[in-house]
């Protein structure tokens, strides 16, 4: 669901950035000239697209390591929930 809002929000951001709307040919060079909000949009979805692989990994191994510990199950949750709001 993060990954679904933050890729909504980021094309949402680009294509409200010109008044043409979103530039298919170019996507790249589109994204070069934003700023403002189009651009906190776009940086946050690429910033939680490189954080997850590490999360992802952390998690499965604090799993793995201690099954039944529910002091790191909110840890993990409390890590993600300050993602998505902060």
Known sequence: M????????????V????EKGRDNLYPRKQTQALEGLPLRLHSAHYNLMEMFPGFALSAA????????DQT????????VLSKVFL
């Open 72 to 79: 790191l199950i909110n840890l993990l949750g409390l890590h």
């Open 61 to 68: 191994l604090a799993q793995s390591m201690a099954p039944g």
């Open 15 to 18: 294509a409200a950035s010109t």
């Open 2 to 13: 993060t990954y679904a809002f933050s890729g909504a929000g980021s094309a949402a951001g």
